[in-house]
């Protein structure tokens, strides 16, 4: 698999209930981050955790970072039909700065 | 809250025209990017910029490609002769410094090659 894959690929919950994507990856990175995208619109910034972080908080999301295992977690507690939105990990990978690499995403529908 | 504004939405060309792309960071932003995500692909990084220059490209960033920052506040990307292929969603970003900050996304210029 390539640096920074997503999985599951889609996840639909019932409004309320919390939802956990999992984001996998190969090399050293500086920091990892999580984006929301709503269809047909831009990448929003959600959270940015760094290396040396294990895990960090802001708002209803919750991201940790296991370096060992090259893996990263975004849980939404509480989920919201606004909340209905692709999420993706990007790995700020150590050699080359700030290029961000992508995964293929999250498919999240949160059900009312 | 600033954000990162592109301009058009959407621009529909014919093949082997040339097309811009263009870009407004936030303004006290120093490093710019570009990144494409072809329908139903993730998203790749284009190119950074950064004090005027290139600072990092990808393999997708050919002789097609270029990239300008032809004032204080605009950031365009050139395809000089565009290809079927390069029809996608190019996103424009920028960030406050490199290493360990957010990089901040506009909603993409959606790029349609007749």
């Known amino acids: 698999s390539q640096q920074g894959e997503e999985d599951p690929q889609a996840l639909s919950i019932q409004e309320g209930e919390n939802a956990t994507m999992n984001c996998s990856y190969k090399t050293s990175i500086n920091n990892l981050q999580w984006y929301r995208q709503n269809s047909g619109r831009g990448l929003v910034h959600l959270i940015l955790?760094?290396?040396?972080?294990r895990e960090k908080h802001s708002g209803r999301l919750r991201v940790t970072l296991d370096t060992s295992k090259k893996s990263s977690s975004l849980l939404i507690t509480a989920s919201r039909a606004a909340d209905t939105a692709s999420y993706f990990c990007?790995?700020?990978?150590?050699?080359?700065?700030?290029?961000?690499?992508f995964g293929a995403g999250t498919i999240l529908r949160v059900k009312s | 809250e600033p954000e990162v504004t592109q301009t058009p939405s959407h621009q529909v060309t014919q093949m082997g025209q040339e097309v811009i792309l263009r870009c407004v960071p936030i303004?006290?932003?120093?490093?710019f990017y570009w990144y494409r995500q072809i329908l139903g692909q993730k998203v790749e990084f284009l190119v950074s910029?950064?004090?005027?220059?290139?600072?990092?490209k990808s393999e997708i960033f050919d002789d097609q490609f270029s990239v300008e920052r032809p004032d204080g506040s605009n950031f365009t990307l050139k395809i000089r002769s565009t290809k079927l292929e390069d029809s996608a969603m190019y996103f424009c970003a920028s960030s406050r410094d490199r290493g360990n900050q957010p990089q901040h996304f506009g909603d993409g210029t959606r790029l349609s090659i007749l």
């Open positions: 990007a790995t700020d990978v150590l050699e080359y700065g700030n290029k961000l690499v």
């Open positions: 955790i760094r290396s040396n972080e």
């Open positions: 910029f950064y004090n005027n220059e290139i600072s990092e």
């Open positions: 303004s006290n932003h120093l490093y």
